[in-house]
């Protein structure tokens, strides 16, 4: 028992380990998707973080790296740095890109980077609008209207080709550090938003492994405990006299592969404990039947001794007469106790071949109230007969197929027996409502060791075939829908 549990906690750990892995290489890659898309190369997402990353400054020029050039190509766009007049910074310097950022203002982002330093892109797609009153317009408010991530103070538009601006109700200032080397933002750019979902993806990946490990642990308990609760109602069943196992609980195969010995061992108890309840029944009548016989042979010698001494009490003189009648009735007395002792052991040694006459109803009666299992039902078309056999067979056979519709079926079946009088015996009907034989073979009435173990019943029919064939009878299985119907026929013995 102790590999089977030693298994049983490592197949759920490994579970646990594994689902812990999936989960662990899920994190991994949603984190490493949000480190990538904060720093990405997607022109669509450029920001200053982004600059920081792919334009450098060497020797008083700036350069960019060639993964921003080659996305530029592609996307089939323009890149300046101007300052916050217009004069270009790169790629190259002092020329003024006021017109050319005006009248494509409607295909132009701007974003702030450092102190009067400004990135700029510009779709070479983008047609030039006339702009009529471009002279008199500030190339700085030009500029930070064209700012993107509402970090423009204004909004630019075109009306009439005079380029006229409007104020932003969702504008944040743009602020930079004192070192002027990069900036801080009071918005909310890309790589807060990524840091922000890196910290939830680590936080749910803590509760889901939390959730995780209590599921396993409530899987670990439920598989090990649920068998116990099913073993320990069966014993309080035993502990209250009710010999079959619980009908309200359930146990898998696995479980009881896994208390393997537990099951065995509680099997065993209960049908020690229903063979010594019936042999009890059966001593007990046997006692009885001795005692009632006993009292009847002695009466006769006790009614003449108690003469005797009561004529002895008149006539004293007569003792000499009736001692000898006393001694020789003692003797036969003492006698006949032995032989009734003698009878006794013969007759509860040799139960299996004795022959009398009993009720079967009383019978089944006696079997439903040794096991008290109250789902049964006993239907008797018989006129009160009384069936001449062997009581103990009847006895053994009715209890095998009670237990075993009991046994083997996962909730308890309602039982009913119908007896039926014939001429020269009965008829006996047996019925469940449980789960039934599927591919019935009758074993061999010859081969008395047999036992037929069914998938879907597991009835043993050694001890039925036998109370059977000792009564020249027959043993027929009937097909139904549902449960089991035996028809069982047994010929009662001649007084």
Request: aromatic letters at 12%; hydrophobic letters at 35%; proline letters at 3%.
């Amino acid at each position: 028992m102790n590999k089977r549990l030693t298994w049983t906690f490592i197949k759920y750990l490994a579970l646990f380990f594994i689902t812990t892995v999936i989960l662990s290489v899920v994190v991994f890659f949603i984190l490493l998707f949000q480190i990538v898309y904060s720093q990405s190369d997607n022109i669509e997402i450029i920001d200053e973080m982004y600059f920081e990353f792919n334009v450098d400054k060497k020797d008083g020029a700036y350069q960019i790296s060639k993964d921003f050039k080659d996305n530029l190509r592609e996307e089939n766009l323009e890149f300046y740095l101007i300052n916050d007049k217009g004069k270009e910074l790169y790629p190259k310097k002092g020329r003024q890109l006021k017109e050319r950022i005006a009248t494509r203002y409607h295909s132009t982002r701007i974003m702030p980077w450092k102190k009067n330093v400004n990135g700029v892109i510009i779709s070479k797609k983008a047609k030039p609008v006339k702009v009529k009153n471009l002279r008199e317009l500030d190339t700085t408010r030009i500029i930070k209207s064209l700012y993107i991530r509402s970090y423009n103070p204004e909004k630019i538009y075109l009306e009439n080709n005079k380029i006229k601006f409007h104020s932003n109700e969702l504008y944040t200032p743009f602020e930079f550090k004192d070192n002027s080397t990069g900036p801080i933002s009071s918005n909310k750019p890309n790589e807060m938003k990524a840091y922000k979902i890196m910290i939830l993806t680590l936080v749910g990946a803590l509760v889901i492994n939390i959730l995780l490990a209590s599921l396993i642990a409530f899987l670990i308990s439920l598989k090990l405990s649920k068998p116990l609760k099913y073993y320990l109602a069966w014993i309080e069943n035993l502990s209250e006299g009710k010999l079959y196992k619980p009908g309200n609980k359930t146990i898998s195969r696995r479980s009881k592969k896994l208390y393997r010995e537990l099951d065995y061992s509680i099997t065993e108890l209960n049908q020690k404990l229903v063979q010594d309840s019936m042999y009890r029944s059966q001593i007990n009548y046997y006692k009885q039947k001795w005692l009632g016989q006993m009292s009847h042979d002695l009466k006769s010698p006790l009614t003449s001794i108690y003469g005797y001494a009561k004529i002895l009490t008149v006539k004293p003189e007569m003792l000499p007469q009736y001692n000898d009648l006393i001694i020789k009735k003692a003797e036969y007395m003492n006698g006949l106790i032995e032989s009734l002792n003698e009878n006794f052991k013969s007759e509860t040694s040799q139960m299996a071949k004795h022959k009398e006459k009993f009720s079967i109803e009383e019978t089944i009666n006696r079997i439903t109230t040794t096991i008290q299992y109250d789902q049964i039902e006993v239907v008797n078309h018989t006129s009160d007969m009384h069936f001449y056999g062997n009581q103990l067979y009847i006895e053994r056979m009715l209890m095998n197929l009670i237990e075993n519709s009991i046994e083997h079926n996962i909730k308890h079946p309602y039982i009913k027996i119908e007896l039926f009088e014939m001429e020269h015996g009965i008829q006996l009907h047996y019925y469940d409502d449980g789960k039934g034989i599927k591919d019935f073979e009758l074993a061999s009435t010859e081969n008395k060791t047999t036992k037929v173990n069914h998938e879907n019943h597991g009835l043993g029919f050694s001890v039925i075939l036998d109370a059977v064939k000792f009564h020249d009878g027959h043993f027929e299985n009937i097909e139904t829908e549902r449960g089991v119907h035996f028809k069982i026929t047994l010929k009662s013995a001649i007084e």
